[in-house]
């Protein structure tokens, strides 16, 4: 007996679908629904909607969410405040390492002037003058003779152009000899120059300092030569131009600005004077080959009176400045060790430390100072 398979339900139908399968028993008013991809249920039938309920089994929850309000995700007032409070730390401390690092660049400047090399003076280049050729010269006497000629005039043209090529000749050579006339003036002039700064004449030395002085920033100004010994009045930037402040540390290590001592001060202002004096002689001493000794005058503004006033004076040789290896910053405090017949009005107190006041030295003895003070007109700074 084979496998058979019979529905004899009356009114049932079986449907296949990729759902499952599904069967309905019973007729239009009552019809039960079996199968898989849905749940048994029963459905009345009566009127023209029906309405299904499960025959078992628990119920399914709906999975649609239920709509929620939009919260309010805005900072709170005291989250505002704390940014606000962030925003302007972080301004100041931007500000702080600003001007830190400005103040590190300004003492950097303005104490290592004397760390930079001069070169050595040398002879005058003139260039040899250039050798013209004959095509040149037919160009240019072309040129002349064509001139205001149309281009339609064919034989006049023609005749300009028989004259360019026979003036080219004698144009060529009057031409080269002007050049070489010139070149030799300018050499002559060189030679003249040059012999005139190794022996020690006092307007070209001068001349020829103060144009290599033009850009320093300590202003300096070779005022007279007596045999190989050249007098130099420089002006120092006024103490009272410091900044008053330096970079320093908080207790807990923190970077910050600090209020300098008078005497820090005093030791920054030194160490640059040291510096402009150093680099000044330097750079006379590599422009003037024949001299060899510099008496120098150090000018500035006294920051009780505001008027001008000589703070250091001395005699440097050559071979004292060019001895000494000048690597540091601190170096430049050296100007007072190498100096001949120096004063300086920065003292040193008897425990070792400077002094905290600039005061202009007494140069009632010293002539040539004395006639110098007479001379300088001190021209206010103008304010901006």
């Not at 199968?35 to 309405?51: D, I, K, L």
């Not at 850009?215 to 050249?230: F, I, K």
């Not at 920051?303 to 001895?323: E, F, H, N």
Request: proline share 7%.
């Amino acid at each position: 007996m084979g496998f058979g398979f019979r529905v004899g339900v009356p009114g049932m139908s079986v449907r296949v679908s990729s759902r499952g399968v599904r069967t309905s028993v019973g007729p239009r008013a009552a019809r039960v629904h079996m199968g898989g991809g849905r749940r048994t249920t029963v459905s009345s039938g009566m009127g023209p909607f029906f309405a299904s309920t499960s025959v078992g089994g628990s119920s399914r929850r709906s999975t649609a969410k239920r709509p929620t309000r939009p919260r309010d995700i805005g900072p709170t007032p005291a989250q505002l405040e704390r940014a606000r409070r962030q925003a302007e730390r972080a301004e100041q401390e931007a500000q702080r390492d600003a001007a830190i690092a400005h103040l590190e660049e300004l003492r950097r400047q303005t104490t290592s002037v004397h760390l930079q090399t001069f070169p050595q003076a040398q002879p005058p280049f003139v260039p040899q003058p250039p050798q013209l050729a004959l095509p040149w010269a037919l160009a240019e006497a072309q040129a002349f003779h064509l001139a205001g000629i149309g281009r339609f005039a064919r034989a006049d043209r023609a005749a300009a152009r028989h004259a360019a090529e026979q003036d080219a000749l004698a144009y060529l050579g009057a031409e080269q000899a002007r050049l070489d006339g010139n070149h030799r003036q300018l050499h002559e002039a060189a030679d003249g120059w040059w012999r005139a700064l190794n022996e020690n004449d006092e307007d070209t030395v001068c001349e020829a300092v103060n144009t290599a002085f033009s850009d320093n920033p300590a202003a300096g100004s070779a005022v007279g030569l007596d045999g190989t010994v050249l007098s130099i009045v420089m002006r120092q930037p006024d103490l009272d131009g410091l900044p008053t402040q330096a970079p320093g540390l908080t207790p807990a290590g923190r970077p910050t600005l600090k209020t300098m001592t008078k005497r820090d001060r005093l030791l920054w202002w030194l160490t640059s004077m040291g510096s402009n004096i150093v680099a000044t002689l330097n750079e006379a001493f590599a422009t003037a080959p024949g001299i060899t000794a510099i008496d120098l005058a150090v000018l500035t503004r006294m920051p009780d009176t505001q008027r001008l006033g000589i703070v250091a004076y001395g005699q440097w040789t050559r071979q004292a400045v060019t001895s000494v290896p000048w690597r540091r910053p601190e170096d430049a405090l050296r100007f007072l060790d190498i100096a001949e017949d120096v004063d300086c009005s920065v003292r040193t107190t008897a425990s070792g430390n400077l002094s905290t006041s600039v005061k202009p030295l007494d140069t009632a003895e010293i002539p040539g100072l004395e006639a110098l003070l007479a001379q300088i007109e001190d021209v206010p700074e103008a304010t901006p």
